[in-house]
């Protein structure tokens, strides 16, 4: 896959901090004071400005900022046939401080992808305002569905049709074969699969908790890369499909640690993605020594954080992409933010002034390290 093909040098993960006059039109909605068709123009010209900032700061792919979501992953998945939205005392995993809105999903009926899925008009908005560069769309991964409503959930019980588990896990990925197949349609050439499951996977703490419940999360990893190869099997040639992985990013707080040996050789050696995004910056994402089980896909290094305003030094982010060089090849790295600044409505603890110089020092170093 040629550098002129995505994942670029210089990327992002794909949210960015929520406009106030976005926030304000989405209280409104919320308390019955505006309607949907309010809030959706407000979303548009927001976007409109989002995408003229991306390009300003010379990113080569879009995205819409995640600006008509509440979650980075709930939206998407309540938008699937056979799954119900429901209202829960706690969020679905537990953050060090501030805590998400109580709304999770599950499972009802058969999953499958409906052709009028919100996310393809979405994309179809944002594909007719970006020009000549290329749009990039994010979703959450097949994983997310059956680690929320079947390994996170303590009692879960499984629908009449999915008490054999692996036809729930099949018929997961053949709603996201139809999926890419949508998106492909409408001009997508450049898709995400967010997914935190593996950074769960990542921790002791959560391993050895999902152990006492009689869950053993090595067999789940290959499950899960089994059903996102699956998926894979209809992504066309000249479509690029990249996964996002990281530890939680909530108000610039996180729910997990651990590096990724874990999941390093079934992950990284198995997984049919072009490309990971990979957060490393802390400590909590371990050492580089996992990516020897880096094959062809290209690695895109979250070196620079958007939990907090402070920039990197660019020499230490210079260092570190050559430490990583020792495990993968330059050519196949690349760099970007470690997560999004804003995987919920809410947004990390910084400024749009301080989220723009971020992508700046992304640039920056990438032109400097790779010419």
């Not at 106030?20 to 039109?25: I, R, W």
């Not at 829960?88 to 009802?108: C, D, M, N, R, Y």
């Not at 090849?329 to 990390?348: H, I, K, R, V």
Request: charged fraction near 30%; aromatic fraction near 10%.
């Amino acid at each position: 896959m040629s550098k002129a093909q995505a994942p670029y040098r210089y990327d992002i993960v794909g949210s960015f901090l929520r406009k106030q006059e976005l926030k304000k039109v989405r209280e409104e909605y919320a308390s019955g004071a505006l309607a949907a068709e309010g809030v959706e123009a407000v979303e548009d010209s927001c976007i409109r400005s989002l995408v003229e900032s991306e390009k300003t700061v010379g990113l080569k792919a879009v995205t819409d900022g995640e600006y008509r979501r509440t979650f980075w992953h709930l939206d998407f998945l309540w938008g699937l046939q056979g799954v119900k939205k429901v209202a829960v005392e706690h969020f679905s995993i537990a953050f060090q401080g501030h805590q998400p809105k109580s709304q999770t999903l599950k499972i009802v009926d058969k999953i499958d992808f409906p052709e009028d899925h919100p996310f393809l008009r979405h994309f179809r908005f944002l594909q007719s305002i970006a020009g000549d560069v290329t749009v990039k769309q994010c979703i959450p991964s097949p994983s997310m569905l059956h680690l929320i409503c079947c390994v996170r959930e303590e009692n879960y019980q499984p629908i009449e049709r999915y008490k054999d588990e692996e036809v729930l896990l099949n018929d997961i990925a053949l709603a996201y074969q139809k999926a890419i197949r949508a998106f492909y349609n409408a001009g997508c050439r450049y898709l995400q699969l967010d997914d935190t499951s593996w950074g769960e996977f990542c921790s002791t703490e959560k391993r050895k908790a999902y152990a006492e419940r009689g869950i053993d999360v090595d067999e789940v990893a290959k499950k899960y890369v089994k059903m996102i190869n699956k998926a894979l099997e209809a992504k066309p040639d000249d479509m690029v499909i990249t996964m996002h992985i990281c530890r939680g990013n909530f108000r610039s707080t996180w729910f997990t640690s651990g590096g990724y040996e874990p999941v390093a050789e079934t992950l990284f050696g198995g997984c049919n993605v072009d490309g990971f995004f990979l957060e490393y910056d802390s400590e909590r994402a371990g050492s580089f020594e996992p990516l020897r089980f880096i094959k062809d896909q290209k690695v895109v290094l979250g070196l620079i954080t958007s939990k907090s305003p402070e920039l990197e030094d660019k020499d230490a982010i210079i260092a570190r992409i050559h430490e990583a060089e020792k495990y993968v090849p330059l050519d196949q790295l690349s760099l970007s933010p470690q997560c999004g600044f804003a995987s919920t409505e809410e947004g990390n603890i910084l400024t749009e002034e301080e989220q723009w110089a971020k992508l700046a020092l992304v640039k920056e170093i990438a032109e400097e390290v790779w010419g």
